[in-house]
């Protein structure tokens, strides 16, 4: 059974470049979440969505931050232009419902030089 | 200050000690979420709780809303439970602890 697929794995880039994220929640969840990790602020959301619309994106840093989900199986997190500061772990994790336990990808980490 | 607050922030034991980690809220919850951390990275949700007490296996975790608190325990610790854990909580938006760092020694 395949869990929470996320690519890629790592990516290094330099900053002003644009950064697509992707994620493919598991077969049947109706919400996923993208969330960022960093060493200064540790696990923040970023933005969810409950059966492909966007429910809270308050989390979303600023413009330069989009998030799509195009159908139920597949989900993107954009950056553009990107910044050094966006560097950091991103997960993306879904669930059955939003109030169900949560199912984490192996998270993408992000370099930005 | 933090809507969630997490003790101690790091944690040595022995194997086959029993472990307590504490967790605090500020904020009205809808549920609680506790989460570990493997060294690689990886994120596991281990239980989701609105109310009393879940067990899995060698984990339980508990929690009283009056109190606004959660504990995550574990019995008969391995090293293999050396991991961040983290209390999250939802209610109008998440909340994330800062985690607890576990080592356990052989």
């Known amino acids: 059974d395949a869990g929470v697929i996320q690519s890629p794995r790592h990516e290094v880039t330099e900053m002003g470049q644009e950064v697509t994220l992707r994620c493919k929640p598991i077969?049947?969840?109706?919400?996923l979440f993208w969330y960022r990790q960093t060493m200064m602020r540790g696990l923040e959301l970023l933005i969810y969505?409950?059966?492909?619309?966007?429910?809270?994106d308050s989390g979303m840093p600023e413009d330069r931050f989009s998030a799509k989900m195009p159908n139920a199986s597949f989900s993107t997190l954009k950056i553009q232009p990107s910044e050094p500061r966006d560097s950091a772990v991103y997960f993306c994790a879904s669930s059955s419902l939003d109030n169900q336990p949560q199912h984490f990808g192996d998270g993408t980490r992000l370099s930005i030089l | 200050k933090n809507e969630v607050e997490q003790s101690p922030q790091n944690l040595t034991a022995q194997e086959g000690e029993f472990i307590t980690i504490n967790c605090s809220y500020s904020v009205g919850i809808s549920a609680l979420h506790w989460l570990q951390q493997h060294p690689g990275g990886g994120i596991v949700s281990l239980f989701m709780?609105?109310?009393g007490k879940k067990k899995h296996g060698r984990l339980i975790a508990t929690i009283n809303i009056q109190e606004k608190h959660s504990s995550l325990h574990i019995t008969a610790s391995h090293p293999r439970d050396s991991a961040v854990y983290i209390c999250a909580v939802t209610g109008n938006q998440f909340y994330f602890g800062t985690g607890t760092s576990l080592t356990v020694i052989p």
């Open positions: 077969s049947g969840h109706n919400s």
């Open positions: 969505f409950n059966n492909n619309v966007p429910i809270d």
């Open positions: 709780l609105s109310s």
